[in-house]
T-cell receptor
Framework: GAVVSQHPSWVICKSGTSVKIECRSL??????MFWYRQFPKQSLMLMAT?????????EQGVEKDKFLINHASLTLSTLTVTSAHPEDSSFYIC???????????FGPGTRLTVT | GQSLEQPSEVTAVEGAIVQINCTYQ??????LSWYQQHDGGAPTFLSY????GLEETGRFSSFLSRSDSYGYLLLQELQMKDSASYFC???????????????FGKGTKLSVIP
């Protein structure tokens, strides 16, 4: 199956700083990437849908100025958590949809802890 | 809006069969997917049903009834390694969105015991 990587796998940052998470599709071109957030023992909540070369579509309640998404190429999307606060601590997972299929392939996730 | 209901926890014995049900409400329904997630890991794709009926993949099978807005995941010959959370997810296309999206249920934590 398709491979999606994320970097870093975990990060600890201080409140008020910004953190960038990278999501790469390693062996296919991902025209669409999705960013999810998952709190402990809860479901995956879609944050935004990112299409290559265009602005991301954010879900209701997700602040686009706080969670900056850039999908500059067919293999890379980045999520930047700006001015992070402890309540932003979560598991962030990206996924890519292979063109013309119904499958989404998930990255291994990034665990963010804001102190 | 979208909503999915699935049991929060299920416990089953090694070697047995377990069924995890999922009911959903959504507009623009295209299909129902199932994902497995081990603690601390990412979800992995198990199956997808777009049409009514049963899809079988090894020990796992998935069923869909579009008229009942209902599906289930069937796990046979349970193994200890099957202990994980299982999520049903509706594939839909919401107004204004540029692509199909997945809306996940809250997950069912399956515990397989000896």
């Amino acid at each position: 199956g398709a491979v999606v990587s994320q970097h870093p796998s975990w990060v600890i940052c201080k409140s008020g700083t910004s953190v960038k998470i990278e999501c790469r599709s390693l062996d296919f071109q991902a025209t669409t990437m999705f960013w999810y957030r998952q709190f402990p023992k809860q479901s995956l909540m879609l944050m935004a849908t990112s299409n290559e070369g265009s602005k991301a579509t954010y879900e209701q309640g997700v602040e686009k100025d706080k969670f900056l998404i850039n999908h500059a190429s067919l293999t890379l999307s980045t999520l930047t958590v700006t001015s992070a606060h402890p309540e932003d601590s979560s598991f962030y997972i990206c996924s890519s949809r292979v063109r013309s299929t119904y499958e989404q392939y998930f990255g291994p996730g990034t665990r963010l802890t804001v102190t | 809006g979208q909503s999915l209901e699935q049991p929060s926890e299920v416990t089953a014995v090694e070697g047995a069969i377990v069924q995890i049900n999922c009911t959903y409400q959504t507009s623009g329904f295209y299909g129902l997917s199932w994902y497995q997630q081990h603690d601390g890991g990412a979800p992995t794709f198990l199956s997808y049903n777009a049409l009514d009926g049963l899809e079988e993949t090894g020990r796992f099978s998935s069923f869909l009834s579009r008229s009942d807005s209902y599906g289930y995941l069937l796990l046979q010959e349970l193994q200890m390694k099957d202990s994980a959370s299982y999520f049903c997810a509706v594939r839909d296309r919401r107004s204004g969105a540029g692509s199909y999206q997945l809306t996940f249920g809250k997950g069912t934590k399956l515990s397989v015991i000896p």
